[in-house]
């Protein structure tokens, strides 16, 4: 029981967190939404630990911890995917515009070149 009580409280507590990072502005929506759905998930299994049980169950796994150890990795490595997807993408969205920076640079040279020359 006190194993139950300690993850809903953590739970909660990253709910929280993630509720006043988002307030905050420091977090965007699109990955407050993943972290409170976790969140939820946590707190739903630590006040319900039999429907973790029956999951197991059903998914033949012997150890229902064995089980949220594995949904966790997973998800985690989902996670780190999208993170490095979205990081790819700013890298080649910043590569661009530091072109496009350079670009009008060079023409705001040029046309100081031809004022001044005029």
Do not use: C
């Amino acid at each position: 029981m006190t194993a139950n009580i300690l993850a809903a409280a953590a739970a909660l507590i990253t709910f929280g967190f993630v509720f006043f990072l988002l307030r905050r502005g420091a977090l965007r929506e699109k990955y407050a939404v993943l972290w409170l759905f976790f969140s939820g998930a946590a707190l739903f299994f630590a006040v319900f630990p039999g429907a973790l049980e029956w999951i197991s169950g059903v998914l033949g796994v012997a150890q229902p911890v064995n089980l949220l150890f594995f949904v966790t990795v997973v998800l985690l490595v989902l996670v780190s995917v999208q993170l490095s997807y979205e990081l790819s993408r700013h890298e080649m969205r910043i590569r661009r515009l530091a072109e496009e920076v350079a670009l009008l640079r060079d023409e705001i040279n040029q046309n100081r070149q031809e004022r001044d020359g005029n």
